[in-house]
DNA sequence: ATTAGCACTCTCTTTACGAGAGTGCTAAGA
DNA sequence: TCTTAGCACTCTCGTAAAGAGAGTGCTAAT
């Protein structure tokens, strides 16, 4: 109205989006007739033809052979989002619905993670995929340090938020556990509250600073301190509900499936995608080879980042085929990013 | 020979193995021709025919319909994996493969959980599946409570083998941390060393004899203690090379793949599984229905515990197809699980 | 006891064919 | 000039028929 697309008029959008709206329910391509008949336009099938033809031409429809009906492109996805989709809401009852399975995870952030994960899987009827906590910005809450055998050692450190991270290092010199408690309080009074990605910054700063390291003590407590936040992953992915993407019929071939859930089990090619999403501020839609992955080009994902003290911390997200009902996606996922934000700021001490 | 089988004769026994031999490897239903060529009998067709009706009488083998070849039955890999199968052993490079990808997972009990079904899950080509080591049977290292809001404590448990169990419980008066300290401090005293089945029954056995609780910290004490070790899972249940079960003809079909997933999502089903084995000082190989899980009827399990201090801690195993090169498996899972209570042991201190 | 021979059965693949759905184009109508 | 009715054409899909292939069970001969 307003604004005139350029090269896309009225009737073609109310085409293209009709066309989506159908194949996204049916799962086959959409003819000119059951166009014409079930979008109550004054036009006929003819009519209808030669408006999908120029949108096949513009590169938002293609055809699966002549003489089939059509089917969308990414590019028609795209665009559909962009600029055809109306928002819907959530029903009330299904808003009651998710807070009602989050109602017991309250206060466990990893168990928040994880149910978020399968309540998005089993609402979106999709894989539901959360990037947890983005390590670099846990801040410190509390560290500390078990003798585990004389030269092991295990580090654990609690955020703020409750998330708990440990492992074992294996260290040169035997360190008894008395050692460690001093080590531990001094780290504790050094570190308390910062972010890792400061912390880092704060060790490498001190150990550039005191070169000399006469202090055996300090020169471990650095020591151990580093060894904890360095070589961590970037965060933990939870996913929910991988067997509805089983559901759909354009996987019924095994390969495609094969492929689908070898990137499942290599979360990295997830973190990858998920990460993309925490620049930007709001949700985000990546549909089918937007997602630059081999093996995951027939499937989009819907995100958004969901936030602690008004930094972004990880994102919610639903991976599913391109043929997903982005509408419906966009506000489940909305509304539930922004849940896990409230909970998570109730929760902050 | 020396055994002579009461019903089984010698011959129906190498017949019923070569049946199962190629069977496993080409997934199809194999005829009295190719038995009589590729295993070097001097009997013709004809006369394994005659020895294939028997064992199907016998119910060992079956045809999918009249005049398709055989095809093992449940019963027929129970009494090949009882009677007929020869061990082999894992060739010393595929010892070396295993050694060398457990090598950097040294020291961290979960890392090598997970990297244990990764590994049977690649050398199996079917998935790896490990329980971890049983709640009930960890040795308190250490405890630690950390106060993240005035109401919510962070309850962290450590174990002797270097396991960390945390969770996050609302209390119903306010514990400042001094506080929490105190009590750490108490339930270490009491607790160090003890298993956590020990562990409740200590903290009853102080809550039923102490009855007065006049002291407030010794009452908050028990209290958090209980909730520690309350409400916990049977143990941690790690899967890897999924996926591999996908490249099984026999489930080419999706629905059976669902099924199977969804037993994966669901991983209760497979403590129940694994925990019958733990019993069993050895290795134990389950076939088919006797699973007696809905679902994965034709899967087998090939699992063995691994111990800890004599103990059995967990049990590791590989679960696919019923159609599986037993004999690897069981030298597989056998070998896999040695390792493991070898790589545990080294690291107790 | 073994096996050759044979008729029979069942699956799988190929081929043919018609129904159905959808298209593109052309020409007529508004 | 835009719309649409009509029509020939194309492609898929399901069904049916036919033949090849594999395997069996039975009988009779060795």
Redo the contacts with the bound molecule.
Sequence with gaps: MAHAQVSVTERQRAVLRAVIHDYIHSAE??????VSRRHAF??????I??I??DL?ELGYLA?P??????VPTDMGYRFYVDALMDPTRLTPEEEGLIERRFSPARGQVEGLMRETSQVLGSLSRCAGVVLGPRFEQLQVKRLEFVSLAPDRVLLILVSTSGVVHHKVVTVDEVLPQEELNRVARYLNDLLHGLTLREVRQVLLARMAEEKALYDRLLRRALHLGRKTVEGEPFAEVYIGGTTHIMEQPEFADGEKMRAIFAAFEEKSRLVKILDRCLDDAGLTVIIGRELEDVGLEELSVVASPFFQGGAPLGAVAVLGPTRMPYEKMVSLVGYTARLVSRLLAGEAS
Tied chains: 1, 2.
């Design positions: 391509p959409v003819g000119s007739r059951s004054h036009l006929g099938p003819a009519s033809r030669n999908m033809a096949e055809q052979h002549t003489s089939a009906g059509r």
